[in-house]
């Protein structure tokens, strides 16, 4: 099967592929997260510091749409990340960023999986996580292996900027909330 998959897609088009996947998976948490939060804000919130809960409540109370926003603001990064890494693939001068982004939605994979074992219940995105992100990332990994696009001392290389991802997200969904406000007035 997956040699047939190989003979089907250029690595071109498994690239292209990852907008495709990372807006199916988050049009299921948009669909799912006002309501799952407003019925789960206890729960994610048990046993946490006061301070940290404090910090957390803007992200508890999003609504549907500035959850949109802000999703549409990582759409737009990880997009520019796919185009160049896409446009300049014979060369391979941007597939660094494009890794990062695809570490980073690898790993949500696992965050998704952590937090359903945890709440012991369907959280925003764990479907999708696993039966598209995982199968998409796994197959993009081994590509790029496979080609020899990239290696696996670039991929672990890129690792660590996975940790920018924080501040990116932060960033985001900062817009997501200061936009639909906006908007709303």
């Known amino acids: 099967m997956i040699a047939q998959l190989d003979s089907l897609l250029e690595l071109s088009a498994v690239i292209w592929l990852f907008p495709v996947v990372f807006m199916l998976h988050d049009?299921?948490?948009?669909?799912?997260?006002?309501?799952?939060?407003?019925?789960?804000?206890?729960?994610?919130?048990?046993?946490?510091?006061?301070?940290?809960?404090?910090?957390?409540?803007?992200?508890?109370?999003?609504?549907?749409?500035?959850?949109?926003?802000?999703?549409?603001?990582?759409?737009?990064?990880?997009?520019?990340?796919?185009?160049?890494?896409?446009?300049?693939?014979?060369?391979?001068?941007?597939?660094?960023?494009?890794?990062?982004?695809l570490h980073v939605l690898f790993l949500n994979v696992f965050s998704h999986l952590g937090h359903t074992l945890q709440f012991r219940c369907y959280t925003p995105g764990v479907v999708t996580a696993v039966l598209v992100v995982l199968p998409y990332a796994l197959y993009a990994y081994y590509r790029l292996l496979a080609s020899g696009a990239v290696t696996w001392g670039t991929l672990f290389a890129t690792l660590p900027y996975v940790l920018f991802i924080g501040p990116v997200l932060f960033a985001a969904h900062w817009i997501g909330q200061k936009a639909v406000r906006s908007a709303g007035r």
């Open 27 to 101: 049009l299921e948490e948009i669909i799912t997260v006002e309501t799952w939060l407003a019925t789960n804000k206890e729960r994610v919130t048990n046993g946490l510091p006061a301070g940290l809960v404090r910090f957390l409540e803007p992200s508890l109370k999003m609504t549907t749409a500035q959850f949109a926003a802000a999703v549409t603001c990582l759409f737009v990064i990880l997009s520019v990340a796919t185009l160049l890494a896409a446009v300049t693939l014979p060369a391979g001068t941007y597939l660094p960023v494009f890794l990062v982004c």
